[in-house]
């Protein structure tokens, strides 16, 4: 069966896509990264893309008269490698509403926190900050509501009395390595189904121990 070509945009490091990029490379993984776009010609990710050869593009935001012109541009060029997912990993960018319009469905981010708490930047200091015993990464369809469209996947991790941002983050992050890849491979599939602001994952429910990590 053919692969489902996803396309990825970051703004950074980089280390969401780079787990994709290993799951990708499995034996039987169903979907293969078309290309890689990002907004900085300087992100480390992009680096990384292109030592695993695959197709990278930089767009700059800069210069651009409007967000919908950039949107536009970057479009294109997940159109041009016949992108049929959108994956958001660590991209720094507001859209205009064109954009989710356009890839309606078919456009998923990562946040790293248990959505609809803490929306926006530096969500694992708003976290500690809320004194929460449970944070975790959302992985969710993208609106033009920023951090807000449908849920499909969740995964939680214990908030540690001795935690600082950093801690927290690193835990969290290792669940969005093995998060995002699962929802990639699911969507791939055809088992994510979306009826208003609810998803199921139809055929069988998620492992549990795949969403819930007790480790420090
Ligand atoms: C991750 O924490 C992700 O949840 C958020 O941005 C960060 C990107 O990290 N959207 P990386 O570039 O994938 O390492």
Not at 34 to 53: K, L
Not at 120 to 143: E, I, K, N
């Amino acid at each position: 069966m053919a692969k489902l070509r996803i396309g990825i945009l970051i703004s950074g490091r980089g280390s969401n896509m780079a787990a994709l990029i290993r799951a990708a490379e499995a034996a039987g993984y169903p979907a293969e990264i078309a290309c890689v776009v990002s907004n900085m010609a300087d992100a480390p990710g992009v680096a990384v893309a292109r030592d695993a050869g695959i197709a990278t593009a930089t767009i700059s935001h800069r210069g651009q008269p409007d967000r919908e012109t950039f949107d536009r541009l970057v479009s294109a060029e997940l159109e041009r490698h016949g992108v049929e997912l959108v994956v958001l990993a660590g991209f720094l960018r507001i859209f205009s509403p064109w954009f989710p319009t356009r890839w309606a469905g078919k456009l998923i981010n990562i946040h790293p926190s248990l959505l609809p708490a803490f929306k926006g930047l530096h969500v694992q200091q708003q976290a500690l900050d809320a004194g929460v015993r449970l944070s975790g990464c959302t992985v969710h369809f993208v609106t033009p509501d920023l951090d807000a469209g449908p849920i499909i996947a969740q995964a939680a991790v214990p908030v540690l009395a001795s935690d600082d941002e950093d801690a927290l983050s690193a835990r969290i992050l290792r669940q969005e390595h093995r998060l995002y890849p699962l929802v990639v491979r699911w969507f791939a599939e055809g088992r994510i189904v979306c009826a208003g602001s609810r998803v199921t994952v139809t055929g069988g429910t998620p492992d549990a121990a795949l969403l819930f990590s007790a480790e420090p």
